[in-house]
C-alpha cells in the first residue's frame, strides 16, 4: 500500500502548483494580467496593460513670470539666449512712492543745474561774440591804415629817386610801413583766437543746451512715476537656462520651460513581482485620455531599480513614442499595452 500513497501525494501536490500558477497569472488590476476570457488558456494571457504619464523627454523650467516674448513658442533657443522679459517684484506702495518723489525731486534739482550751466555758457558766449567783433574791427582799421601807409611810402619813394626827398624821410616812411604790417599780423591773430573761442564756447552752450532737455525729459519721467509708482518697476531679460525648445508648461499659468526636443516619452511603473512581463525593446501601443482613438506606437527604453511604497515594490519604466508628431507639449494620462 505505501506505493500508491506516494503516488496520491505528488498528485495532489502538481494540482496545488497548478493552481497557484493559474491564479496568479491572472490577477486582475492595473499593471498586472487581465482575467482571461471564457475558453483561453493559462498559456495564451491577455496583453499586458500599465496607466503612465505622457511627459517631455527632458525638461528645464523658465524662472520668473515672462510678460513679453522675443521668440515663439516651440522654437529651438540657446543657453543665455534671451528669450523674453519679466518684471521684477514691485516695492511695496509706499516705499515705493517714496522712492519716486525721491527722484523728482533730484530730477528736479538737475533741472535748475543744467538751466544754470546753460545761462553761463550763453553768456560766455556772448562775451566771445562781442570780443571776436572787436578784433575784427581793429583788424579792419589796421588793414585801412596800412593802405594808407603804402600809399605815403609809394609816393615818398618816387621823391626819393627823384632826389625830392631825404634819405631819413625815406627810412621813416618804410619804418611806418613795416609796424603797419606788423599791426595787421597782430589783428589777424587776435581775431583768429576770438574766433576759436567763440566757437567752442557755441560748442559748450549746445551741450549746455542737450544737458538741460535730457534733465527735463529724466524729470517728466519722474513725474510720470510719482503718479503711478507701479509703473517704475523694473523690467529683467529672461535667458533660457538651457539648450532646447521654448514650450508652454501650463496653459493656466503659462509657465514655460525648455524641453530638449520636441519627441515624447511615457512614463510608467510596475510592480517588482511583473516584471517578467517587461524588456527593453519591447514594443507597445499607447493611448492617451485626450485622444482616446488614436494608437501611439512606442519603444521600452529604461527599467529602473526596485522602489519601495505603501503599495509594495514597483520599477519605474519609460517608453518612447515613435510617432510622437501631432502632440502638443501638455502632459496626459496614457494606457500603454505591452506586445
Known sequence: MKPQTTSAVVLLTTACLVGAVWTHANLTSTGHWRPSDAGESPQDPAPFRLTGELVSVSTVPVEGSVLELEVPL????????VIGETQLDAMPAPAAELDARRNLAAAAAAVEAARTQLQDAEARVSAARARAEDTRNHLVGAEVAAGEVQAAVQRD???YREGMESQLKHDEALSLQQSASRQIDTQSQLAGNSLNTMEQLESQQAAAQAALQQAEDDRRAAESAVASPQAAAVRS????????YLVLRDEFSRDLEIVSDLNRQVETRIPQSSLFAVHIGQLATVT?????????HAVVRNIG???ASAAGAFCPVTLSLTDASGLGNDTARATITLQ
Not at 237 to 244: E, I, K, Q, S, Y
Not at 288 to 296: A, I, N, R
Open 157 to 159: 619813394e618816387m621823391l
Open 237 to 244: 531679460p529672461v535667458l533660457a537656462p538651457a539648450d532646447g
Open 305 to 307: 531599480d526596485a522602489q
Open 288 to 296: 492617451l485620455d485626450s485622444q482616446p482613438k488614436v494608437v501611439f
Open 74 to 81: 516651440n522654437a529651438q533657443v540657446r543657453k543665455g539666449q
